[in-house]
């Protein structure tokens, strides 16, 4: 069923059925990078453009794929879990108003749902719109990690006006995002949420091939759905999650013999020594290979990551198995086999699948004993080497600081103020509301704007001591909302350190920031042509032959050669067949 060598991006996903394009996408992440936020237009609207990191290069075509649906999408994240990008850009600003961070009801949980809601429509508007529902159990980032995606299409059914039951829990799941949001949003957002929440109600979605029509769409933490249903397991199961507690183990196993618990050794030497021997008698346990928690063409790569971060390999994915007689009932989304996930502490959302066990059962999943190339060639099993359950480490300490430190940050209802400076530059000023934050002892920090970075960091101390702090000589084009903050905790000898960005809400922004943007991005003639080009909908790299001498190496300066691109006659075509091109 999960053949690893048939591996998708995350982004390939996003990419618009053949004759549609995208009118309205919702997502949902925990974690959020934004330089993979800035790569999702590219599959959304330029169906052509290959959207990996060499794209990222390319300012010119995330500058047309941006503003093609920039009022048609947003993106639901856990505040405080925004990662600093590596590198600069000044299209971080298109961003800002896509990107609403929020928090989990419970003061303990989290935002943890990883999906994609998009609706498509037709070039001439006579089919129906097109709906793609995307489970995942990864976050919106270049993570590395071992994932699955369950993808579910099916056009809106416009003459009925009843729903379908089943999908009554997705529409509410939408619909509570307005709730969780800790600042008002704006009418276009709420838009969005309401046509997709009412619309999906009455989309009849296909099953993955090899899977009956019977589904079910479980939310929890949301209002109606406080937690997620029991497995419940009647028979032989398999738990894949890189985090467990062993109540919801036994859960899972408690209704056969010979059953298989995959995650993560770390997580496993935290079991407690004696549910680890009881849980054995009923399931083998099982680790995945080390050597395949990066791509081959990777594994020699030194790969910088920071001290504490969000998995971004190994891992991932999260899968739950239950079989009885000849069915297999599949369960897979965002929730780890964890008592947070379940216990309705944490938001999640989760499907679950049916099918022939012989399709879509434990075997099936893992795939023949001794192939090449399956899940199963890839898993070791994993044994207890002692009974005790390691002690909580420095490491761990300081995590838990960090945590807390991040914590008081997002709740500290901050805000930034920009006030001009003089004719070209702007003072941005970050102000602290009620009654402010204090540091964690051992926690310091420092914050800057993402789009000055660290060379104007200044230290939080000080902010929590006067309750403002201001950068000046700001150039319009370098204002944000996004603002990053970078924490170092200590624990006698050892440190770690966390990094995180919050949006803020912002007062003040000039109303020219954006043109000034697109007037930085289109420099000279050579991409100001190709701007032109790419909004007549071609790709004019795909139509310079290369210079002789040049190799394949197409470079910008090509369009300032003797062959010359067709601009009129692109204008032409675009004024008779979709004018709407020519208003852009």
């Not at 994240?77 to 929020?102: D, F, N, T």
């Not at 709730?179 to 276009?188: G, I, S, V, W, Y």
């Not at 091939?209 to 199961?237: H, M, N, V, W």
Request: hydrophobic fraction near 40%; aromatic fraction near 8%; proline fraction near 7%.
């Amino acid at each position: 069923m999960l053949n690893p060598n048939t591996r998708h991006t995350y982004l390939e996903e996003l990419k618009p059925p053949e004759g549609y394009k995208l009118d309205t996408a919702v997502a949902t992440t925990f974690s959020l990078d934004l330089m993979s936020l800035l790569l999702a237009p590219v599959s959304m609207a330029l169906q052509d453009y290959r959207a990996d990191k060499e794209a990222l290069e390319d300012p010119i075509a995330l500058l047309e794929a941006i503003q093609r649906i920039s009022d048609r999408y947003v993106v639901f994240c856990q505040k405080g879990r925004i990662s600093i990008p590596a590198r600069q850009s000044p299209l971080y600003a298109h961003l800002e108003p896509a990107v609403v961070e929020v928090k989990a009801r419970h003061w303990e949980g989290v935002f943890h749902p990883k999906t994609w809601f998009m609706r498509f429509v037709d070039g001439n508007g006579s089919s129906p719109p097109f709906y793609r529902f995307i489970c995942l159990t990864r976050n919106l980032t270049l993570d590395r990690s071992w994932d699955t995606a369950l993808v579910m299409e099916g056009e809106l059914a416009k003459n009925r006006r009843r729903a379908f039951g089943v999908n009554h829990p997705l529409s509410q799941f939408v619909s509570s995002l307005l709730t969780l949001a800790n600042r008002r949003l704006p009418n276009r957002i709420h838009m969005i949420i309401n046509t997709v929440a009412d619309e999906i109600k009455r989309v009849p979605f296909e099953t993955p091939e090899g899977f009956t029509d019977q589904y079910r769409f479980l939310p929890s933490g949301i209002p109606g759905y406080k937690r997620l249903p029991g497995f419940g397991a009647k028979g032989r199961s398999l738990v894949l999650s890189p985090f467990v507690s062993p109540s919801v183990l036994k859960d899972a196993i408690q209704g056969g013999r010979d059953n298989i618990i995959i995650s993560r050794a770390e997580v496993l030497d935290e079991i407690p020594y004696d549910q680890y021997l009881k849980l054995s008698e009923q399931a083998d346990f099982f680790t995945m290979d080390s050597a395949a928690e990066l791509p081959a063409e990777e594994q020699e790569e030194e790969v910088a990551a920071p001290i504490i971060s969000d998995d971004q390999r190994g891992l991932h994915a999260k899968l739950m198995i239950s079989e009885n007689g000849w069915q297999a009932r599949l369960l897979t989304g965002s929730a780890n086999a964890t008592d947070a996930a379940f216990n309705g502490r944490n938001v999640e959302l989760m499907v679950e699948l049916t099918g022939p066990r012989k399709i879509c059962g434990i075997n099936s999943l893992l795939g023949e004993e001794g192939a090449k190339h399956t899940l199963r060639s890839m898993l070791r099993p994993y044994k207890r080497e002692h009974g005790k359950v390691p002690g909580e480490t420095a490491q761990k300490k300081i995590e838990k600081q960090l945590d807390e430190a991040r914590r008081r940050i997002s709740d500290a209802a901050l805000r930034i103020e920009i006030e001009p400076d003089n004719s070209d530059e702007y003072c941005m000023i970050l102000r602290m509301g009620g009654k402010g934050f204090e540091l964690p002892r051992n926690v310091t920090g420092c914050f800057y704007p993402i789009s000055l970075g660290e060379v104007r960091r200044k230290d939080l101390f000080e902010l929590t001591t006067t309750g403002e702090m201001v950068f000046d000589k700001v150039t319009s084009e370098a204002l944000t909302s996004f603002m990053a903050f970078e924490l170092i905790g200590r624990h006698k000898s050892d440190k770690l350190g966390a990094s995180f960005v919050l949006n803020l809400p912002v007062t003040g922004m000039p109303a020219d920031r954006d043109r000034r943007i697109l007037k930085s991005i289109l420099k000279d003639r050579d991409r100001f042509i190709r701007y032109l080009m790419l909004i007549l909908g071609n790709d004019p790299l795909n139509m310079v032959p290369p210079i002789e001498g040049k190799g394949n190496d197409k470079k910008p300066w090509l369009y300032g050669s003797p062959w010359g691109l067709p601009l009129l006659e692109e204008m032409v075509r675009a004024f008779s067949r979709d004018p709407d091109k020519i208003l852009r």
